[in-house]
């Protein structure tokens, strides 16, 4: 099993800059792709971005130029990352973090709120 936290959400101003976080851990082996999802109020998870095991790329057209998605190892911890630049009102929801394993079985974290004030 996989084991998703995120951190770094927040209240910005518009314009403003945040750096979201996932920790994961447990049989952190069999992750292949993972990714960033948001839920605003009254409206569907949506993904933003995702990255897979090579390093490949891929991001909602809303957010392209403006978010970059990473990742990386630290002992026994992978580590997911989204920086968030340029941010609107509009990105106000809930981010949550996913991984998939080889096994197509998929984990979410709890999510962190961010809100980017007008």
């Known amino acids: 099993q996989v084991q998703l936290v995120e951190s770094g959400g927040g209240l910005v101003q518009a314009g403003g800059s945040l750096r979201l976080s996932c920790a994961a851990s447990g049989d952190i082996v069999s992750i292949t792709d993972m990714g960033w999802y948001r839920q605003a109020p009254g409206k569907q998870r949506e993904l933003v971005a995702a990255?897979?095991?090579?390093?490949?790329?891929?991001?909602a057209d809303s957010v392209k130029g403006r978010f970059t998605i990473s990742r990386d190892n630290a002992k026994n911890t992978l580590y997911l990352h989204l920086q968030m630049n340029s941010l609107k009102p509009e990105y106000t929801a809930v981010y949550y973090c996913?991984?998939?394993?080889?096994?197509?079985?998929?984990?979410w974290g709890r999510g962190t709120q961010v809100t980017v004030s007008s």
């Open positions: 990255i897979t095991s090579g390093g490949s790329t891929n991001y």
């Open positions: 996913n991984a998939r394993t080889w096994t197509w079985v998929r984990s």
